[in-house]
């Protein structure tokens, strides 16, 4: 089945910082979705791009589906951005399930 | 309600025992989605349905495991005899179908601990 890797697993932040996380799958895409987890465990919808970019505030993500990466980026990060970012997709011609990446896990000092 | 919700936030059980677990997708929303996640992971696929049918329930671990959705709206998962390794977190998610409208938004999920 289609793989998710994500960079980096950790990533620690003084307040202000700007950062970049990326997502790698093996395999054509219907569908990428980026989460935030928050210290709850609630997954937090940020992103549905499985093309394109989109921009929502402080927040951005870019997927350049042809070469099956998706970025997304965080600037001037506040400690409130803490917790786990998922990157996860749905492989084209198959089942509608997300395949999830292991997350990157953002830590921003204040 | 607005979003998908999950009872019982928390379940505890014994090894052995019969639990099920509820999930009220977003009104409206046709597809209904099942995963697991344990501690340090990305959330696992269990099972999907598209209305009232499974359509695909490659997910599941083993024959203990049972989904339904019998009108095609709220969803109980069910496992039998509980083992320690079903202890996880069962998340919830619904969307308006697929491709286009395929975007999933998830519940806050049940902490299952069995002892």
């Known amino acids: ?110 | 309600g607005a979003g998908v919700s999950q009872t019982p936030s928390n379940k505890v059980t014994e090894k052995g025992k019969y639990v099920e677990l509820r999930c009220d997708p977003i009104s409206g929303h046709t597809a209904l989605y099942w995963y697991r996640q344990s501690l340090g992971q990305g959330p696992e696929f269990l099972i999907y349905f598209q209305g009232t049918g499974a359509a695909d329930d490659s997910g599941l671990p083993n024959d203990r495991f049972f989904a339904v959705r019998p009108e095609g709206s709220v969803s109980t998962l069910k496992i039998q005899r509980t083992e320690r390794g079903d202890s996880a977190v069962y998340l919830c998610a619904s969307s308006w179908g697929t491709s286009d409208v395929g975007e999933q938004f998830f519940g806050p999920g049940t902490r299952l601990t069995v002892l």
């Not at chain 1, 992103?47 to 990466?69: D, H, M, W």
Request: charged share 15%; proline share 5%; net charge neutral.
């Open chain 1, 1 to 110: 089945g289609i793989q998710v890797e994500q960079s980096p697993p950790d990533l620690i932040l003084q307040e202000g910082a700007n950062s970049t996380l990326r997502c790698n799958f093996s395999d054509s895409v219907n569908n990428l979705q980026w989460f935030h987890q928050n210290p709850w465990g609630q997954l937090i919808n940020l992103f549905y791009i499985p093309s394109g970019t989109k921009q929502n505030g402080r927040l951005s993500a870019t997927t350049v589906a042809t070469e099956r990466y998706s970025l997304l980026y965080i600037s001037s990060s506040q400690t409130t951005d803490s917790g786990v970012y998922f990157c996860a997709v749905v492989a084209q011609g198959g089942s509608e399930k997300l395949v999830f990446g292991k997350g990157t896990k953002l830590t921003v000092n204040p």
